[in-house]
Every structure is written in C-alpha cells, then in structure tokens.
T-cell receptor, first 113, second 114 residues
Framework: GEDVEQSLFLSVREGDSSVINCTYT??????LYWYKQEPGAGLQLLTY?????DMKQDQRLTVLLNKKDKHLSLRIADTQTGDSAIYFC?????????????FGTGTQLKVEL | EAGVTQFPSHSVIEKGQTVTLRCDPI?????LYWYRRVMGKEIKFLLH????????ESGMPNNRFLAERTGGTYSTLKVQPAELEDSGVYFC????????????FGPGTRLLVL
C-alpha cells in the first residue's frame, strides 16, 4: 500500500540549514516530489526527483533519496523567513497516462530570527 | 501562461445543501486530478480524469460526490448533500499526458460545512 510519513514541525534559525525528512512505503514510486504551501495559498511545486537518482540539487534546495530505506529528505540551505511554510512530500504512482500522488501530512517549518 | 484556477476560493454552506466546485486546468493538460485535505490531515487523492474520462475514482469518499469533465476542459466537483465531515480544502491539479507529467496545483477551494 501507499503511505507517506513526515514529522509535523520543524523550527530553525534564519541562516541555518533546514532538513525535512519523509518516509514512504511504495517501492514502485516513479517520482518523489516536494511541494510548499504558504498560508492561504495553494501547493507550489518546489522540486522532484526520479526514483533512480539519489541526489538532486537546485540552488538552495538539495533532495536526497535513499531508495533502499525509502527515505527522502529536503535540505534548504541558508533558510530565510520567507521559507516558513508547510512542506509536503509526495510519492507518485504511474497509472493510466498520469500519476496519482500520495502525500504526507506536511511539515510546518518555522524560521526564527 | 495561466495556471490552474479554482472557483470559488471559499464556500460556507449548511449541512444538507449542495455545493459545486470548479477547476480550470492549464490549457493543453489532458490529466486533471482532484485532491482534498481535511483539517490537519494529509492531502488525499479523490479522482483522476484523462480528457473527459474518469481514469481512477478510487479516492471518492461516497456517492454524495460527483465529478464531471464534459468536453475534457474544465471540471466540476459537486457535493450533494454536504455533510460536516466534507469540510476541508479541495485542490485541483493538472498535468500533461505521460507518467512523468508534473502536477500543477490550483489555489484550492476552502469548504466549510456548518
């Protein structure tokens, strides 16, 4: 079955690195995604990684994937107050020309001055 | 290029009433998805359209929910009659055809059933 888990809260100081962790259960996942939701807004795609990769870097964002342990992490370097949001991890299962996303509960990131 | 849009942004209704949510996907995206986040819980898949056809509706909670996508463009999700537990945020997403198609989400409709 499909199940994605994340810790609920993370608090960091401005300028520090943030690491948000996620575990998933379905080994047939093709892509894994990180979405960001700011207060009152929709889901913004941050980055994604194909399941046969183990790392992807995009500016301040680094995604690490340990497929053996089904563990995904998102590292935000030099975290800023504007990074405060809820971060959702999602695994993707290909079905019928598209893909169904299974989300975690989201991690609330709070950046303190 | 316009993103995914949803209407209304908020809806407050009484238990037993009917509400219809609308989603306009990104032009040219054949895949359209509906998801829902009930307060404090994870975002759950509801259903998936490919053009006008329902590809997967395994996430629809019960027969009070009806989704349509006539003509393969915009989609509506009707809840009739609404119950208290239907309150939450309803997200729509769209993507081009293919397993690697990244889903782009709309801002969501916040539904409150009193």
């Amino acid at each position: 079955g499909e199940d994605v888990e994340q810790s609920l809260f993370l608090s960091v100081r401005e300028g520090d690195s943030s690491v948000i962790n996620c575990t998933y259960t379905d080994s047939s996942s093709t892509y894994l995604y990180w979405y960001k939701q700011e207060p009152g807004a929709g889901l913004q795609l941050l980055t994604y990684i194909f399941s046969n990769m183990d790392m992807k870097q995009d500016q301040r964002l680094t995604v690490l994937l340990n497929k053996k342990d089904k563990h995904l992490s998102l590292r935000i370097a030099d975290t800023q107050t504007g990074d405060s949001a809820i971060y959702f991890c999602a695994e993707s299962i290909s079905r019928g020309g598209g893909n169904k996303l299974t989300f975690g509960t989201g991690t609330q990131l709070k950046v303190e001055l | 290029e316009a993103g995914v849009t949803q209407f209304p942004s908020h809806s407050v209704i009484e238990k037993g009433q009917t509400v219809t949510l609308r989603c306009d996907p990104i032009s040219g995206h054949d895949n359209l998805y509906w998801y829902r986040r009930v307060m404090g819980k994870e975002i759950k898949f509801l259903l998936h359209f490919v053009k006008e056809s329902k590809q997967d509706e395994s996430g629809m909670p019960n027969n009070r929910f009806l989704a349509e996508r006539t003509g393969g463009t915009y989609s509506t999700l009707k809840v009739q009659p609404a119950e208290l537990e239907d309150s939450g945020v309803y997200f729509c997403a769209s993507s081009p055809l293919g397993p690697s198609g990244t889903q782009y989400f709309g801002p969501g409709t916040r539904l409150l059933v009193l």
